[in-house]
């Protein structure tokens, strides 16, 4: 089942268009990577589907409903969360608090909401942190906290601006466990990553953007032997070393 559908998606900042005729669906229970050099428009795409931004022209259909024009806080109520490139946490909550005002924006209360914070903790592996001043956390758990948040609205889509960007190798990894645990759910995800070893193991298609098009949509191993986006974006190296 489509649980997302854009069609002929453009995005002009004034003379510049940053998006032209975009054109994808997304599968319920799927995990689709969004690669592109900088500068691609992929966050600009994310923007638009989670409602931060307008687009000149197009359609966003989620769950059949049109998106387009609808402001962020009815986008996310009808099921649609992301994080942010650069981390967004209230640092003057803890950790457990700053999941408990997303969980609370649900309904949630009491006992119900009490449990949804520690599973959420502990699905992120941060239950041992859950008092902590958020302003203290490390990168990775400042990160992992804003997936967390993103969960506590219960999405049937997540929207994932680079999570994974500044990790060592050691998070990197966990945070591709993590990911693996939230596709078993069967929560649907739109992945924005530079990492490919992230998008190769995690994905079951893959979207090029460049220069505001989009230039791929396939499977992971046929769009890393695209001539067209090594040029654009991977460099014959990549496929080359694999």
Do not use: C
Not at 99 to 126: M, N, P, S
Not at 203 to 221: E, F
């Amino acid at each position: 089942m489509t649980i997302l559908q854009v069609e002929n998606l453009s995005k002009d900042f004034g003379g510049l268009r940053v998006l032209e005729n975009i054109t994808f669906s997304l599968a319920a229970g799927s995990v689709v990577g969004l690669i592109g050099p900088n500068g691609a428009g992929k966050s600009t795409l994310v923007n638009l589907i989670a409602g931060a931004d307008r687009p000149t022209g197009g359609e966003i259909l989620f769950a059949s409903r049109r998106l387009a024009g609808l402001p962020a806080w009815r986008v996310a109520r009808l099921g649609l969360a992301r994080t942010f490139q650069i981390t967004r946490v209230f640092t003057d909550l803890s950790l457990g608090d700053n999941i408990r005002l997303a969980a609370w924006t649900r309904g949630l209360r009491g006992k119900g909401l009490e449990a949804e914070v520690r599973r959420l903790a502990d699905l992120t592996e941060l239950s041992d942190k859950i008092a902590k001043p958020s302003r203290d956390l490390t990168l990775a758990d400042q990160k992992r906290l804003q997936l967390a948040r993103a969960l506590a609205l219960k999405p049937k889509l997540l929207l994932l601006d680079e999570v994974m960007a500044g990790l060592n190798p050691s998070e990197l990894d966990r945070a591709i466990q993590l990911l693996a645990k939230l596709r078993n759910e069967g929560i649907t995800m739109l992945v924005i990553e530079h990492l490919m070893r992230v998008i190769m193991n995690i994905s079951d298609r893959v979207l090029v953007l460049h220069q505001g098009s989009l230039i791929a949509d396939g499977p992971p191993a046929e769009v890393v032997a695209s001539s067209q986006v090594q040029e654009a974006y991977l460099g014959r190296r990549y496929v080359q070393n694999r």
